[in-house]
């Protein structure tokens, strides 16, 4: 890889933004690029890197790199060059193939405290494909071996900046908890949970309503955390905060899935009875 592409792409990883690399696979015929060429095309459809030839091979890639960038699948585009001309001002006339490989910012998980429940949510956060993030004092590599960061040294939680389609759990269990809170309503932060009892959820939201959060804000809170599963163990529990930030970000209702027996029709009926 070229090392300026590589350099480009090290430095949109880091600013997390969405880019797809488009690559020449087959060429047929006279074409302007050749096979593997690339071009690096930015979140607003924009080659910002390279180059997989001009006119309409490149309005085509920068089309699809938008549409894998929302769906984030890949995709091979066929792309006929009638209209491409060569230099000589002659039609291409070739055809060429092009791979388009959207890489989006993975999702982050917050996790804000400490203890086994946070110590499982992590691995899960992990498993789902989430880039897990512990703001802890106390946190350690060998408690949270899937976190891809640890923050010890964020008692403001001044670090704690959540994006839109970040997911937040706060597991504090302390008189701090309004505190973080506080700094992740005023986040675009996609979900929002506190791990509690009932007693202790309804408390820190009275003490925010206190402090003159306003009711929208606070409607984004899960509190208490995770989907009623019985949960006891902090293993049950972590998986039900898991389960619901699946439901969240895939759109799921939490319903059974199961599938009730039909109702027996008329004819049925009639020959169950004679």
């Known amino acids: 890889m070229n090392e300026t592409m590589l350099r480009l792409l090290t430095e949109f990883n880091a600013q997390r933004r969405a880019y797809a690399v488009a690559t020449v696979v087959e060429t047929v015929g006279s074409v302007s690029a050749k096979t593997s060429a690339k071009a690096v095309i930015d979140d607003e459809g924009r080659v910002v890197f390279g180059w997989v030839g001009g006119g309409c091979a490149e309005s085509a890639a920068c089309s699809a790199a938008l549409q894998c ?5 890949p995709t091979v585009l066929e792309i006929d060059l009638d209209d491409e001309v060569l230099g000589a001002g002659m039609p291409c006339g070739g055809h060429m193939r092009v791979f388009v490989d959207p890489v989006n910012p ?8 400490h203890g086994r429940v946070a110590e499982v949510l992590c691995a899960f956060g992990d498993t789902i494909g989430l880039e897990v993030i512990v703001n802890d004092p106390g946190a350690t590599a060998q408690q949270y ?14 670090q704690l900046d959540p994006i839109a389609d970040d997911y937040v759990v706060i597991a504090t269990q302390h008189k701090g908890d309004h505190e973080s809170m506080q700094r992740v309503l005023a986040s675009q932060a996609r979900y929002i ?13 009275q003490y925010l309503r206190d402090l003159g959060v306003g009711e ?11 989907l009623d ?18 439901m969240t970000r895939r759109g ?11 109702a027996p029709s008329a004819k049925r009926k009639a020959a169950e009875t004679a």
Do not use: C, F, H, N
């Open 69 to 73: 960038i929302e769906s984030g699948e």
């Open 106 to 113: 993975k999702p982050r998980l917050w996790l804000l405290g």
């Open 145 to 158: 071996p899937a976190a891809q960061r640890i923050i010890t040294d964020d008692l403001d939680y001044e």
């Open 193 to 205: 949970a506190l791990i509690a009892s009932r007693k202790r959820a309804r408390l820190v939201l």
């Open 216 to 226: 929208a804000a606070l409607a984004r809170v899960m509190a208490p955390a995770g």
């Open 229 to 246: 599963l019985g949960a006891r163990t902090p293993e049950e529990i972590a998986l039900s905060v898991i389960a619901q930030i699946v």
């Open 252 to 262: 799921g209702s939490g319903k059974l899935k199961k599938t009730e027996p039909e």
